[in-house]
């Protein structure tokens, strides 16, 4: 059988992220919701996705195909009812179809013509930016329970101050010494190769994940996910951190989410909770205007390749898109658009030839190439926002 993650009709909803990957490749938890599925389905997987983002992640069509609605997270019930599934047949929750099983080449406009297979248990979905970091916990609990089934982890070091030790698990090749783990709220999962190093102190639900580095004197509060090869320091709370991202100095980052190749400068801080303690809102792009989120705590949401300068501020609820370089004094409003330079003064636009030569210096850093692949999706991203630019 060949499955094919789909982005369903929340990717909208889910930019900035979306703007520079598939929904499957949103990190919540400890894994991309790619790899959970692949892990649960123990099977490659491809992507139905925009046009423009095809190069870099493909779609593989086979003579049997099961497509799944990336927006769901798999559990065992999820994943067993999805690979029972017959030709000419939809697994649904609701009205929101989460697979259906399809032939080559045939092209699916409505599930009229489908034998309904309904589900009604409980399910992780990601439908709106604010999902990543407020279902985090679950994610984690999750993904830790999935990685961790039937392993050892390493020795904790006898340096470590440990609560609830049975719920820390370190990979092979991790570092931690002299810090203080607290797993009594939830797991602490410490990858390959990361590093806690002398001070942090950490209360879990914590997802470390490999290469990842916690430095001096950090403080972490769950639940809170810090991606591939990305660095944190100063006070992190109910955050995550796709990957190659770094907030490595003091400062407090708080119910937000970072894509990847984002940097926060030193004493950077977010507000995640408004002075008169309403409701947030955040910019939506599917509704071109800041809509409702229902909470109460809500922080920064911030595309890939977007970076801030030194004691930069940001108001409670700020939507920063993809490639956006801000800096000065003051809080700059709170819906940035991609390809933006400037501040609380105001914007320009960041023209993509500079924009493409820090993303080919800071990709160089960590050994990764800036492909032309990159540059196509970033260049249409480009085009694709400058609606929202003042030119």
């Known amino acids: 059988m060949n499955y094919i993650l789909f982005d369903g009709p929340h990717r909208n909803h889910l930019l900035p992220f979306t703007y ?51 927006s769901f997270l798999p559990n065992m019930e999820v994943v067993a009812l999805v690979k029972n599934l017959k030709h000419n047949q939809a697994l649904f929750r609701g009205e929101d179809v989460i697979a259906f099983f399809t032939k080559e080449g045939e092209e699916v406009n409505d599930f009229s013509n489908f034998d309904a297979v309904e589900f009604d248990g409980d399910v992780l979905t990601i439908e709106h930016t604010w999902d990543i970091f407020s279902k985090n916990g679950d994610a984690i609990q999750e993904d830790f329970a999935l990685i961790t089934k039937g392993r050892k982890s390493e020795p904790i070091p006898a340096t470590v ?48 994940c490999n290469n990842a580095t916690l430095k001096l004197a950090t403080k972490i509060y769950g639940p809170t996910t810090v991606g591939p090869y990305s660095k944190v320091g100063g006070e992190v709370n109910n955050s995550v951190l796709f990957g190659y991202s770094n907030k490595g100095h003091d400062g407090f980052l708080g119910n937000s989410v970072l894509g990847e190749w984002c940097n926060l400068g030193a004493d950077t801080n977010n507000s995640n909770l ?53 800096f000065g004094s003051g809080f700059p409003r709170n819906f940035v658009p991609s390809f933006s330079w400037g501040g609380s003064k105001g914007f320009v636009t960041y023209k993509t030839n500079k924009a ?10 960590r050994k990764e190439e800036f492909t032309d692949k990159d540059k196509a999706i970033l260049e249409h991203v480009f085009e694709e926002t400058k609606q929202y630019r003042r030119e």
């Open 356 to 365: 493409f030569e820090v993303a080919q210096v800071v990709m160089d850093r």
């Open 274 to 326: 408004k002075n008169n303690y309403a409701e947030v809102r955040l910019w939506d792009y599917q509704a071109g205007r800041f809509a409702k989120t229902g909470l109460q705590f809500c922080g920064l949401m911030m595309g890939d390749h977007s970076k801030c300068g030194i004691n930069t501020m940001f108001n409670t609820g700020t939507v920063v898109g993809v490639s956006a370089n801000i």
């Open 20 to 70: 520079t990957r598939p929904v499957a490749d949103i990190r919540v938890g400890i894994l991309t919701i790619r790899q959970k599925w692949e892990s649960y389905l123990e099977y490659t997987t491809t992507t139905v996705t925009e046009d423009y983002l095809s190069d870099k992640f493909p779609m593989v069509e086979m003579e049997d195909n099961i497509m799944i609605n990336a």
């Open 161 to 208: 101050n440990t609560i609830n030790p049975e719920h820390i698990f370190i990979e092979k090749g991790a570092t931690v010494n002299f810090a203080t783990l607290n797993a009594s709220s939830g797991p602490i999962y410490i990858g390959r190769d990361a590093e806690i190093m002398e001070g942090s102190v950490v209360r879990g639900p914590l997802a470390l």
